[in-house]
T-cell receptor, first 114, second 113 residues
């Protein structure tokens, strides 16, 4: 079974500061890892995914994440926060089998201070 | 292509009533997933279809829940005898078999009063 743990349910950053969201996973097989963003009362939008290719993955809106097998981590970063980054972020894992169903973390809410 | 569409966006119902939600996946996506998201939590997997076949159901899906995907196109999720604990956002997602990620709809928010 796969699972993810997101460290920190709330993160507050200043506009222009580094955004760092932490995600650790547990998987018995090589995982596929994802970061999704959710704006209020909206569905989930894929930011980026890791599927066993390059360990540093670049996504949309300036976000990137690095897969570290030794640390079982897949942390999300953005060098400079923008007001529009205020949202909830979910890390998710699938086992890469035929179904690709996702196991999500509890989410991290990001607020951006002007 | 307008993405995954869910209807209704919001539903308020009295406890004990039945409700049905609809999901229209992206055209030609043969995989369709239902997830449930309660306040302050990440989405939880409910069930999954490959074309019209329902291949897996989570233990979260009690006997009061039933999902269908006739003809492998749209899907419906029905909840019978709703309970207050059913209040949540119900998310639908679809993907083609050749891709790993799923594309999510905007969800149906259910409130049971």
């Amino acid at each position: 079974a796969q699972s993810v743990t997101q460290l920190g349910s709330h993160v507050s950053v200043s506009e222009g500061a580094l955004v760092l969201l932490r995600c650790n996973y547990s998987s018995s097989v090589p995982p596929y890892l994802f970061w999704y963003v959710q704006y209020p009362n909206q569905g989930l939008q894929l930011l980026l995914k890791y599927t066993s290719a390059a360990t540093l993955v670049k996504g949309i809106n300036g976000f990137e994440a690095e897969f570290k097998k030794s640390e079982t981590s897949f942390h999300l970063t953005k060098p400079s926060a923008h007001m529009s980054d205020a949202a909830e972020y979910f890390c998710a894992v699938s086992d890469g089998s035929n179904d690709y169903k996702l196991s999500f973390g509890a989410g991290t809410t990001v607020t951006v201070r002007a | 292509d307008t993405g995954v569409s869910q209807d209704p966006r919001h539903k308020i119902t009295k406890r004990g009533q039945n409700v049905t939600f609809r999901c229209d996946p992206i055209s030609e996506h043969n995989r369709l997933y239902w997830y449930r998201q309660t306040l302050g939590q990440g989405p939880e997997f409910l069930t999954y279809f490959q074309n019209e076949a329902q291949l897996e159901k989570s233990r979260l899906l009690s006997d009061r829940f039933s999902a269908e995907r006739p003809k492998g196109s749209f899907s419906t999720l029905e909840i019978q005898r709703t309970e207050q604990g059913d209040s949540a956002m119900y998310l639908c997602a679809s993907s083609p078999s050749s891709l790993t990620e799923a594309f999510f709809g905007q969800g149906t928010r259910l409130t049971v009063v």
